[in-house]
DNA sequence: ACATAAATGGAATAAAAATTCCATAAGAAG
DNA sequence: CTTCTTATGGAATTTTTATTCCATTTATGT
């Protein structure tokens, strides 16, 4: 009775989507490393495609024995095997566009709908990041750096539809340690939480047409006050370039009546970790 | 006067088309051997991307050596260095992605620090969004819509990371009419916020790894409660799969260590579109 | 044709990687 | 609480893979 050992005989799947179904069909028996495995394995396939057992597993945060004891749980003769489903599924792929279309085209009625408005917003977003690569100045880019790396502590103001902008903002300047405040205007208490504002700190806005009256009226304070004024905006005749010493433009393009706002997250996380580098340098 | 040795003295290519470039300029100067392996590289990129030294060589029809002495000739340390660049030019499989690299590296210095990040972040953008477009079940995506169309009010759940999700959609279902409560958690009175839900209404959770406590113990109330749930989440190992009745996966790229959010944000357009304009129907 | 340098093949060696094994820990069943 | 099973971490081992070295061949210039 010896040898039959694991779990699958030879039925280990021989492609990455059958694959991803059993990993999907096994997930509430599995135990915690393995379960953690697959995961990382899902999220980082091209990690596994191309990495060693020790490397990964380091990444992954396990044993190197645990990428092998998991290959051979799947029905793989070990992970080198199991290595091999990524990366075939790597060969094939090659992105294009003609692929997609001819995927829309046969979508059935059911889903078209569907398909068509996540492709609307996707293409939307990706339309305006390329259009951020080429238009964004590198020259005030650094500057704002400059700007709210000097500060002691960073205003993050913005309202209405570029809410999350400022929300993302400052969630990632407290992981990277700067001191940052999310002006959120609770209770109209906006002016209040930005008083405390001084000029040896700085204030990031955010604001696109339609402008939001709160935001234009709360950097002009600031700039009154000699507070520097970081802004992220999409056209030089925003209220906020009055009040910015420096300015950021960014146009986004939309789908139906929504813009996307994945340039300006892109540019919110490059101020942001600038900023946390550039502090570091002192 | 030893160990100078090879041609090119650390200067080879960094990236796919350099490479490329590099040895049609050389086609007419290499040895037989050499000139025999560039061709068969150039037509064969996955091969050697993936292959083993002993099996390019066999397929190649020279010696393993030949490889190493091919390598080195480029500049390269030796054979794996050399074949980290075709390993990397499957990785980022995207079209322009080379143009790209050529306008950063012609970035003067004092710039080039920010035009990385920012690349880096729209980068990992576009990746994200691209690898939405294939991976979304739009089976999926039609259920979640029904599911949120029917609703009476839709709670949103979305914790530190992602709460800028759950706050646009706010915004989105605000503007088109559909009734929607964010719950913000202020306070602490999460639960509470969620308390008036009813099975008539429907709760849309957001989460990503390292997965928020709060957001996937008020789905699991929720689904307690027979509310409808529908999750974005960024695998099927996410503590929102079991609570909820449709959920969509979303596997975001990451720059450094912060992920984007560009594809889960068009996602939830995508869904919140939709939902509006089902309910119109009717 | 000869001398010299460059290129090649192939075995030997070194390095890196995958895999096994076992002691211990965590968990389930009684 | 005890016993038995399953899961885990980590070192030891084996296997695979890259690289080096040198004897031999092939090309190049005089």
New interface residues.
């Given amino acids: 009775m010896e040898e039959q050992a694991e779990t699958m005989p030879g039925a280990a799947p021989q492609d990455y989507e059958s694959l991803r179904a059993l ?2 069909s096994r ?1 509430d028996t599995m135990p915690k490393r393995l ?1 953690q495995l ?2 990382f394995a ?2 980082h396939p ?1 990690e596994v495609a ?1 990495g060693t057992v020790a490397g990964i597993a380091e990444h992954a945060g396990v044993q190197p024995s645990t990428l092998i004891r998991f290959a051979k749980s799947l029905g793989y003769e070990g992970f080198s095997h199991l290595q091999q489903i990524f ?1 075939d599924r ?2 094939e ?3 294009d566009y003609r692929e ?1 279309l001819q ?1 829309l085209r046969e ?1 059935e009625g ?2 078209l ?3 068509s ?6 293409g ?3 339309v305006s ?2 259009r ?3 238009s ?1 100045s ?2 005030e ?2 500057r704002a ?1 400059e700007t709210l790396a000097k500060a002691d502590t960073v205003y993050l103001l913005g309202a ?2 570029v ?3 400022a ?2 903002c400052a ?2 300047f407290g ?1 990277l340690g700067v001191r940052a405040i999310l002006i959120d205007h ?1 209770a109209q208490l906006g002016p209040e939480q930005l008083a405390t504002a001084t000029d040896r700190d700085a204030v990031l806005a955010i604001s696109f047409t339609p402008y939001a009256p709160v935001t234009a009226d709360l950097a002009a304070v600031a700039a009154r006050r000699n507070i520097p004024v970081v802004a992220i905006t999409d056209s030089a005749f925003s209220p906020l370039v009055t009040s910015a010493d420096v300015w950021l433009e960014v146009a986004e393009a939309d ?4 813009r ?4 300006s ?3 919110a ?2 101020l942001a ?2 900023t946390a ?1 550039k502090r570091a340098e002192r």
């Fill in positions: 990993l999907s997930r379960k697959a995961s899902m999220q091209e191309f990366r790597l060969r792929r090659f992105p997609r995927t979508t059911h889903h709908h569907a398909a408005l996540l492709e609307g917003f996707a939307a977003a990706v990041l390329e951020m690569r080429d964004v590198l020259e880019l650094s750096i209405r539809r809410f999350p902008i929300a993302y969630y990632a992981k609770i789908f139906g009546a929504f996307s706002l994945s340039a997250f892109a540019l996380m490059a970790v600038g580098e």
